[in-house]
């Protein structure tokens, strides 16, 4: 509060200013403002305030009053201090003081506010349910259910004007909205214990937060932190209000399936898959739908699994199925209102009863970006675009809305009302060193005509080997299949490269570090081209990179932001370079040699790392990866018995995520694995869907 000497006035000035205050005063009526000073003296008439002799710093006091000390009158020579207003329509009446309050969203949730010290003030917010002061920031803090009371309250003070500065609108609107949501935190008990076993200490934390904000939230853990486990663990705590419905990008549709089948136990022939084509996909027994038939099509399914290009086609029958619950994985795909993918998707979302958003990037780089995902959610609150743009968006060049405003209290916001976000740095005590995890591609009926016209071919000269009895026969034969085999291997990787290359665009769009590793020369290519496409910052490193400019390269990989992206050989870069900048570490293609595959691994898990590394296989049915893990696990193996001592359980069976941690066996041919029911990476060549289910049947959902 500043004293009538810090604007310069002499003391000549403000004995004058004190004595024209006190006679105004006598002369006015009885108010609540004066009530204070009316003990004070009176003094003769003074001249009007526009005549008051002017001081050489005079110029220096306020043209308009803000707030002063309350009215002090001055009593047994006391000095006074006066709120002094101008003069207004010639009326120079003396005014209430007026002390303004701001109230705002703080970022723990609670509404915070700030206003100079007054005792009135502080008396009020004792009043006020749940009300605390906080010192270090200077601001009383109270929760959003306050909010009405503080507002009543602070409107029936009396003896000082008090000007609320309010939330904004829309700001407003959210925080009300998320106050009357169910919270539905009792139904995490219905979760099966072997699920909730497996969860992390903030995978758990992420289901309740789920379930406490009505079961509509949007989840944007980073990648690598297991969303799609969150999501499928809060449908198990809501079980009775299945089927689900999974949208999802089109090239992790059958990772889903066989996510589901694996956590859930729910039998393959209950996922339906929308597809292009059947193909390869019904090997893992699920239910498929053709995208491209004309015929009437039903989602049947307990889980119903589409992709975001299918949803504009089939808008309609999605709708008429009324899901009660939905999923959309990788929601940053609605970032563009324009789209009409969006236009399609958004109503789906907004109709269900429970509704999970993922997305570890879910605005990519505006704020405009995440309105569309917030509508879906919440279309009640934002229900206009200009009340968000306004608010969130100014300040862009290039376009409406395509700035950024006020971006700390849009983040505040989405976390207390929809949003949960945890980053690896966050969680790093909880995670496992190395963590790995298949992710299954989908391939066309054309990329995988010719490999299944070779796989017949192997099969035939496997039995001719049986029957042979001629040794140069059997050798001709010998000869012949590893041709064959040769030959798969090489067209699985042409065959695989759409898939991959539609995977790595998802990657992209997690704006994070990786190391994306592959053997055929068309592959890594094909990888090189098209990250250079999309304007992604990479280096390249293979058998035609010159020793001399390796470590360069890893430099510029390890030091530059900007470089996004290491495409690397198995072969050529599996060993000797340090690229722990990275976390993320993908496999277009296996090899055949088990060693290449950990050393590859250990690029990015190596001294130097501070983060948990997550590697992610991509495997295609019908393909080299059907039948090359046999070889390699044998060769790990036999490795293990020849080392002293004994090796890691996690080199030897390169376990998943989640994977038993009993020593691997080999799985008999008769007793083949289905996806779901994989254990170890060895599975990924074991799989049908007549694999017996082995989980407690006390323990699987009921539906």
Request: proline share 5%; charged share 20%; hydrophobic share 40%.
């Amino acid at each position: 509060m500043e004293d009538f000497d810090d604007w310069g006035l002499s003391a000549e000035d403000l004995d004058f200013l004190e004595k024209d205050a006190i006679n105004k005063l006598s002369q006015k009526k009885t108010s609540p403002a004066i009530a204070p000073c009316s003990s004070s003296p009176l003094v003769p008439p003074q001249p009007a305030i526009n005549k008051i002799p002017t001081s050489r710093n005079f110029e220096q006091f306020p043209s308009s009053t803000t707030s002063v000390d309350s009215c002090h009158a001055r009593v047994e020579g006391s000095p006074s201090r006066l709120h002094v207003s101008g003069e207004n329509d010639n009326n120079s009446a003396v005014d209430l003081q007026k002390v303004s309050v701001r109230l705002y969203l703080h970022a723990s949730g609670a509404i915070a506010a700030k206003f100079p010290y007054h005792t009135l003030l502080v008396e009020a917010f004792h009043k006020i349910p749940k009300a605390s002061w906080h010192g270090k920031e200077r601001v009383w803090m109270f929760p959003i259910s306050s909010l009405a009371t503080a507002e009543e309250v602070l409107n029936q003070v009396t003896g000082v004007v008090v000007e609320v500065q309010k939330l904004d609108p829309l700001v407003y609107r959210a925080l009300t909205a998320a106050t009357a949501v169910p919270d539905l935190r009792a139904l995490y008990d219905k979760m099966p214990s072997y699920i909730e076993s497996k969860l992390l200490p903030f995978q758990r934390e992420g289901v309740r937060f789920v379930l406490q904000h009505g079961g509509r939230v949007l989840l944007a853990d980073e990648m690598g932190l297991g969303k799609t486990l969150q999501a499928i663990a809060f449908t198990a705590c809501v079980h009775e209000s299945w089927p689900v419905l999974v949208i999802t990008p089109s090239s992790l549709r059958l990772h889903w399936a066989s996510m589901i089948q694996q956590w859930l136990n729910v039998p393959a022939e209950d996922i339906l898959i929308l597809l292009s084509s059947t193909g390869a996909a019904s090997r893992g027994g699920f239910t498929i739908l053709r995208s491209n038939v004309k015929a009437d099509i039903s989602f049947s399914g307990i889980f119903n699994i589409v992709s975001y290009d299918a949803m504009l086609k089939f808008q309609n029958i999605i709708m008429a199925s009324e899901f009660k619950i939905v999923i959309a994985d990788e929601s940053h795909f609605l970032k563009n209102a324009q789209a009409k993918r969006t236009s399609a998707t958004l109503p789906v979302i907004q109709k269900a009863q429970y509704a999970v958003l993922l997305s570890g990037t879910p605005a990519l780089s505006r704020p405009i970006e995440l309105y569309k995902q917030l509508e879906a959610l919440s279309p009640d609150v934002y229900k206009n675009v200009h009340d968000y743009g306004n608010r969130y968006c100014k300040g862009g060049v290039f376009g409406l809305y395509q700035g950024a405003s006020n971006h700390e209290e849009l983040h505040s916001l989405m976390k207390t009302t929809v949003m949960i976000r945890r980053l690896k740095k966050d969680v790093l005590t909880e995670l496992p060193v190395k963590r790995r995890q298949q992710v299954f591609l989908e391939l066309s009926e054309k990329d995988t005509k010719q490999i299944r016209a070779l796989f017949r071919e192997l099969e035939f000269v496997k039995n001719s080997m049986k029957a042979s009895e001629s040794r140069e026969e059997l050798e001709s034969l010998k000869l012949s299949q590893k041709h064959l085999i040769n030959k798969i291997y090489t067209d699985s990787a042409e065959a695989k490269v759409p898939a991959v290359l539609d995977y790595l665009g998802t990657v992209i769009e997690a704006d994070c570090k990786f190391l994306v590793f592959a053997h055929h020369q068309p592959m890594i290519d094909a990888i090189h081209a098209f990250l250079r496409k999309k304007k992604v910052g990479c280096i390249r490193i293979d058998g035609h990179t010159a020793s001399s400019s390796r470590q360069a390269l890893v430099n510029d990989f390890q030091e530059n932001d900007g470089i996004k992206a290491a495409v690397l050989s198995i072969k050529a870069a599996g060993v000797g370079l340090t690229l722990t900048a990275a976390s993320t570490v993908i496999f277009a293609e296996l090899t055949w040699t088990p060693g290449d595959i950990i050393q590859a691994e250990d690029r990015a898990h190596r001294i130097g790392q501070v983060s948990s590394v997550n590697v992610y296989y991509l495997l295609a049915y019908d393909t080299a990866d059907d039948i090359m893990w046999d070889v390699l696990q044998s060769k790990l193996d036999n490795v293990g018995q020849v080392l002293d001592g004994e090796q890691k359980e996690l080199e030897v069976t390169l376990n998943l995520t989640g994977s038993s941690p009993a020593k691997h066996k080999s799985t008999p041919k008769n007793q083949m694995l289905s996806p779901g029911k994989q254990k170890t990476l060895d599975a990924f060549v074991k799989r049908c869907s007549t694999a017996p289910d082995t989980s407690p049947k006390s323990q699987r959902l009921k539906f």
